[in-house]
């Protein structure tokens, strides 16, 4: 926002400040799950993450006010906050498994994941509203507080970590071995083919999603936003029914089950017709549903996964899943726009509702249903 309305930022500027966030995890994704695993504690690499962040955040308001600031000066902080980013994420993985009991695991994934849903809805209006009154460069001061306050939380967790680090070899070994493990587990592998798959066509309809409401569905642009909100609102409704769920019938059952209603918002949307209050009324209760499912799908995902790695390679079978996910995210998107030019808009809904009902396939082809010849630990 900043690059928009103090730089004059050209539309090529913006997407080259768009592209440096996700730069860094093209670049470093891999290597860093193989830096995770090599560390015997990571609470230190997390702090020292968001004070880098913070640090680097600040000096956009001090460039502004020396009038220094300008687009060059962004992306050198973008590329810097994201490559912290990418460090952080890294070790968090098996941060959590560290001081995290077993049994609560599930929990624990459910809080972040339902934190993430109301950030992710509640996190741009927050935005627009402090740039209102401080202006962009000083709006950047919340950021650099929200960077600083999660050290500082860090730093007051007291449970011991006890990690094993991996035999250190070279780099590129380290990596290698994160990706054979994360395609030749066959829980692992159906993980990461159903998140690749789903995250492929969900960015593909968020590409086309605003137009399809406004030019197809003529749905008012504030009710979009309350729209949004609701996903957010059943995300954490999805949270609190995930942790309870998981402990009367396992992670599998959970994660099985929502993979089978994902695509049902998209599907509603793609063949939603008739008058304004019919199309509200059904996009308001399948946005709720959804946010829901999303977050019990990714709960379970991560509660399995830490459970099925090995403790030595939490770190780069994260990393590989991050890196395969944030590759996808932006083919997705132009295949998305693309493919609207050439078919139009609601089959594009329609083809994305149905590429994200193919992760079914990896998921109860998996050792994760029942009675497969595998057995898997519920």
Not at 42 to 59: D, F, G, K, Q, W
Not at 65 to 81: D, R, T
Request: overall charge positive.
């Amino acid at each position: 926002m900043t690059a928009v309305t103090l730089l004059t930022a050209s539309p090529s500027q913006m997407g080259i400040l768009t592209a440096a966030a996700s730069v860094p995890v093209l670049l470093f994704g891999l290597q860093s799950g193989a830096i995770a695993d090599r560390l015997t504690r990571h609470r230190p690499l997390m702090i020292a993450c968001e004070l880098v962040s913070c640090a680097a955040a600040v000096t956009i308001p001090i460039a502004w006010l020396l009038g220094i600031l300008n687009v060059v000066w962004l992306v050198a902080v973008a590329l810097v906050i994201g490559t912290a980013g990418v460090l952080f994420k890294a070790a968090n993985f098996p941060h959590l498994a560290a001081v995290v009991d077993p049994s609560q695991r599930t929990e624990a994934m459910a809080g972040f994941h339902a934190s993430y849903s109301v950030a992710s809805v509640s996190g741009p209006g927050l935005a627009g509203l402090l740039v209102q009154l401080l202006t962009a460069p000083l709006a950047v001061l919340a950021e650099a507080f929200a960077f600083l306050t999660s050290a500082l939380l860090l730093r007051t967790i007291r449970t011991p970590e006890h990690n094993t680090p991996s035999a250190s070899r070279s780099m590129w070994r380290d990596v290698v071995e994160g990706l054979k493990t994360s395609v030749t587990h066959p829980v692992l592998r159906a993980l990461l083919g159903a998140g690749v798959t789903i995250n492929f066509f969900a960015m593909a309809y968020t590409a086309v999603y605003m137009l399809y409401m406004l030019n197809t569905l003529d749905i008012p642009k504030a009710l979009i936003g309350a729209l949004i909100a609701l996903s957010g609102a059943g995300g954490l409704l999805g949270a609190w029914l995930t942790a309870r769920l998981s402990k009367r019938y396992g992670e599998n059952r959970v994660l099985l089950i929502s993979v089978i209603f994902f695509p049902i918002e998209i599907l509603a949307v793609g063949l939603l017709t008739g008058p304004l209050w019919w199309k509200l009324s059904l996009l308001a209760l399948t946005s709720t549903i959804t946010g829901g499912i999303v977050v019990a799908f990714a709960t379970c995902m991560g509660a399995i996964t830490l459970r099925e790695t090995p403790p030595e390679l939490r770190g780069r079978v994260n990393a590989t899943t991050t890196f395969a996910v944030q590759g996808v995210l932006a083919l997705g998107g132009l295949a998305g726009g693309f493919l609207a030019e050439l078919v139009g808009l609601r089959p594009v809904i329609l083809i994305c509702a149905a590429g994200i009902a193919l992760s079914t396939i990896w998921i109860w082809t998996s050792p994760l249903r029942p009675h497969h010849r595998r057995t898997v630990n519920t």
